[in-house]
């Protein structure tokens, strides 16, 4: 650990400390998700269908003769 991240401990300590040590919540009507699932999540995906053929597309029209 280097000396920056020691030194902001105490105060994270400070701020959180009545919720820092509390135990994680399990949900007992949802089942718990997996890191595949969760990752998933975060994917990245085509907002735009279609998007990038259509500037080819346009290139190709706007490079022709």
């Known amino acids: 650990m280097n000396k920056k991240t020691k030194k902001r401990e105490p105060e994270a300590r400070r701020i959180y400390g009545d919720i820092?040590?509390?135990?994680?919540?399990?949900?007992k009507t949802h089942p718990h998700m997996?890191?595949?699932?969760?990752?998933?999540?975060?994917?990245p995906f085509a907002a735009l269908t279609g998007y990038e053929d259509m500037i080819n597309e346009e290139i190709n029209q706007t490079n022709r003769p």
């Open 20 to 27: 820092i040590d509390m135990p994680h919540h399990q949900s």
């Open 34 to 43: 997996s890191l595949y699932d969760r990752a998933a999540q975060f994917a």
